[in-house]
C-alpha cells in the first residue's frame, strides 16, 4: 500500500470507535468511509449514479450507487433520528454550509456523531482563492439573496480553471458550469477557518455538541478532520 493510503487507513481505523448504530454518509461518491459492521449506512446524494457518472466521468465504474437522492441540507429525514453522519469533502461544496451543520445537528441523536472532512485550500486546486471568511458566510446565510451564483462561478474559473476574466472563454466557461449546475468549490477554507466555524456553532448558535477530534491538515493529509458529538 503507497504510504498515503496507509496513513489514511490508519487515521480512518482510529476513528472507526466512534461509530455504530444507524447513519448515513452524504456524497460518497467513489471513496465510502470505512464502517465496522456494528453500523448500517444509507448513501445519500444529490445525484443518481446516472447523473453521477456523467458528472464525474472519469470516476466511471467506480461510482457508489446512492440510496436516497437529496440536498444534504434538506435531507427528509426524522430529527433525532441518526447515530451517525458523514460528510467528506462536501461542505465546501454547498452554497449554504452554515445552514447544513444546522440541519446536520438536528438530525443527530443524543450521542450521534458528525463526521466532516475538509479539504486545505492550501493543499489544492483551490491554493489561489481567497478563503471564505465566516463573515462572508454569515452574511448570506442571514440573507440568502446576497448569495451570488454566478460570483462564486467566476471565482472558481479564475482561480482554478485559471481563465482570464472579461474574455468571451471566461464567460462562456460559466455558462456552462452554471447550466450543468456543476459541483465546484463554492467555499475554500484552511483548517483555522473550519475550526472558527465549529466554534461559532457551539458558541453563538449555542448547538450543544462537542469538538472530539480535531485534526489539521498536513502536506500527507490535505484535509481538515473533524468529529463532532452531539451531547
Ligand atoms: C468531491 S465529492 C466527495 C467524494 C468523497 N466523499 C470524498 O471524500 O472524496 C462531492 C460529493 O458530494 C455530492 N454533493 C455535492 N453537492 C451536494 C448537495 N448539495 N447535496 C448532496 N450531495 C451533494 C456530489 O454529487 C459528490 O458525490
Known sequence: MEKLALLR???NRSLQRYFHGRGVEIGALWRRFPLPRRARVWYIDRLGGEGLEEHYPELRGRIIQPDLLADAAELPLAPASLDFLIASHLLEHLQF????????????????????????????????????????????HDDPKLFGLRDHYADFVANVADLR?????????????????YSIHFH??????????????QSAWRLEWDLVV???????????TVLLRRK
Open 165 to 181: 476574466p472579461d474574455t468571451q472563454e471566461f464567460e462562456q466557461t460559466i455558462d456552462d458550469l452554471m447550466r450543468r449546475n
Open 97 to 140: 454550509p452554515l445552514a447544513a451543520l444546522r440541519a446536520w445537528y438536528n438530525l443527530l441523536a443524543p450521542g450521534g456523531v458528525l463526521l466532516l472532512r475538509v479539504p486545505d485550500k492550501r493543499y489544492t486546486f483551490d491554493k489561489r482563492r481567497v478563503r471564505t471568511s465566516l463573515a462572508h458566510l454569515l452574511s448570506e
Open 9 to 11: 487507513f490508519i487515521e
Open 214 to 224: 480535531f485534526r489539521r491538515a498536513r502536506s500527507y493529509r490535505k484535509e481538515t
Open 188 to 201: 475554500a477554507w484552511i483548517d483555522d477557518d473550519v475550526r472558527e466555524i465549529v466554534d461559532f456553532t
